[in-house]
T-cell receptor, first 106, second 113 residues
Framework: DAKTTQPTSMDCAEGRAANLPCNHS???????VYWYRQIHSQGPQYIIHGLKNNETNEMASLIITEDRKSSTLILPHATLRDTAVYYC???????FGDGTTLTVKP | NAGVMQNPRHLVRRRGQEARLRCSPM?????VYWYRQLPEEGLKFMVYLQKENIIDESGMPKERFSAEFPKEGPSILRIQQVVRGDSAAYFC???????????FGSGTRLTVV
């Protein structure tokens, strides 16, 4: 059951890149890393996922280290609407950590 | 293709009543997960079900809480004799297979008065 560790909170200036780290040192070879975010009390929203290679979609980029023990979610141009709690999760036992509260400031 | 549907969105119950929360997974998804989120806290896993089977209920309180996912119809999370501490947002997620990404519903906000 891979657990994740994320910083409790981060700030980012509007228009700048937001880099959110996640440690998952006990990840197994076939386990994916997923990122979700939760704005206010809405249902968590899927952002991106990856296994080994870096991934990019219209929302974000995901950088996974070669040993797969950590990853970084990158929001290239953060906006005020990106203020949310961001969860990094490695599937296995469906365990969410406490996530990182990202605050984007004007 | 509708997403994960949860109803009701808001539910108010008096102490001692029963609460029934429904979750219809996405089309083609046979795995359902329930999470609880207390105010100002993170998502806590409760139970994982496949059709007609409970796979993992390690996060479910031992008493008053039960879940089912029948062959036909939505998954139901049932809370008997609700107490004020049950007030929370309950989220359901579904997936095509285990160890694979989820899609979440919008949640049911239970308030016990």
């Amino acid at each position: 059951d891979a657990k994740t560790t994320q910083p409790t909170s981060m700030d980012c200036a509007e228009g700048r890149a937001a880099n959110l780290p996640c440690n998952h040192s006990t990840i197994s070879g076939n386990e994916y890393v997923y990122w979700y975010r939760q704005i206010h009390s809405q249902g968590p929203q899927y952002i991106i996922h990856g296994l080994k290679n870096n991934e990019t979609n219209e929302m974000a980029s995901l950088i996974i280290t070669e040993d797969r023990k950590s990853s970084t979610l990158i929001l290239p141009h953060a906006t005020l609407r990106d203020t949310a709690v961001y969860y990094c999760i490695v599937f296995g036992k469906s365990t969410f950590g406490d996530g990182t509260t990202l605050t984007v400031k004007p | 293709n509708a997403g994960v549907m949860q109803n009701p969105r808001h539910l108010v119950r008096r102490r001692g009543q029963e609460a029934r929360l429904r979750c219809s997974p996405m089309k083609g998804h046979s795995h359902v997960y329930w999470y609880r989120q207390l105010p100002e806290e993170g998502l806590k896993f409760m139970v994982y079900l496949q059709k007609e089977n409970i796979i993992d209920e390690s996060g479910m309180p031992k008493e008053r809480f039960s879940a089912e996912f029948p062959k036909e119809g939505p998954s139901i999370l049932r809370i008997q004799q609700v107490v004020r501490g049950d007030s929370a947002a309950y989220f359901c997620a579904s997936s095509q297979q285990d160890n694979y990404g989820y899609t979440f519903g919008s949640g049911t906000r239970l308030t016990v008065v």
